[in-house]
T-cell receptor
Framework: QKEVEQNSGPLSVPEGAIASLNCTYS??????FFWYRQYSGKSPELIMF??SNGDKEDGRFTAQLNKASQYVSLLIRDSQPSDSATYLC?????????WGAGTKLIIKP | GAVVSQHPSWVICKSGTSVKIECRSL??????MFWYRQFPKQSLMLMAT?????????EQGVEKDKFLINHASLTLSTLTVTSAHPEDSSFYIC????????????FGPGTRLTVT
């Protein structure tokens, strides 16, 4: 069965530090990977996507993909209290995505 | 860009009645839309994939006669919960697929359904 796994957390990080969120996937055929942020009671918001091995940076966010090890990560630099949310990892081929259960991130002032 | 709206944002209905939820892509055309359900403190659960002009594809365990999906245009998909019961109370979220090299999904704000 195709799975995407995330540690449910909560992951507690001091304000200003780097938050590191990880995700592993089972389907080697997966080509595209996505990170979504979901605030409590709200719908998911796309943060980043990545489909090539290596790093992809966008502002304070860096997504990392290692297809050989089948893991994806999201780094958040200079963490802010507003980054406190649940982060969902999803991966798949074309539009068929498998979703992780999410990691709850808490940024402590 | 890539804005998706959903209406209504919340609805309360009586058991046995039907409720229709609309999902619109405002600034792009979406041949494919998705409907999810999310219970409190749980992850997203894909209910069905909606393709413009064709029948929706339902996930295993989702009753197609209870959750009617129509995708009549490139910007609108609707979900009708028929004969709603209290156990159908949930957060329903649609997403629209921005087709291209990476197939990002953009989510609507969600509809909170409460069945009394």
């Amino acid at each position: 069965q195709k799975e995407v796994e995330q540690n449910s957390g909560p992951l507690s990080v001091p304000e200003g530090a780097i938050a590191s969120l990880n995700c592993t996937y089972s389907d080697r055929g997966s080509q595209s990977f996505f990170w979504y942020r979901q605030y409590s009671g709200k719908s998911p918001e796309l943060i980043m996507f990545i489909y090539s091995n290596g790093d992809k940076e966008d502002g304070r966010f860096t997504a990392q993909l290692n297809k050989a090890s089948q893991y994806v990560s999201l780094l958040i630099r200079d963490s802010q209290p507003s980054d406190s949310a649940t982060y969902l990892c999803a991966g798949g081929s074309n539009y068929q995505l498998i979703w992780g259960a999410g990691t709850k991130l808490i940024i402590k002032p | 860009g890539a804005v998706v709206s959903q209406h209504p944002s919340w609805v309360i209905c009586k058991s046995g009645t039907s409720v229709k939820i609309e999902c619109r892509s405002l600034d792009f055309q979406a041949t494919t839309m998705f409907w999810y359900r999310q219970f409190p403190k749980q992850s997203l659960m894909l209910m069905a994939t909606s393709n413009e002009g064709s029948k929706a594809t339902y996930e295993q365990g989702v009753e197609k006669d209870k959750f009617l999906i129509n995708h009549a245009s490139l910007t609108l998909s609707t979900l009708t919960v028929t004969s709603a019961h209290p156990e159908d109370s949930s957060f329903y979220i649609c997403s629209a697929l921005l087709a291209g090299a990476t197939y990002e999904q953009y989510f609507g704000p969600g509809t909170r359904l409460t069945v009394t």
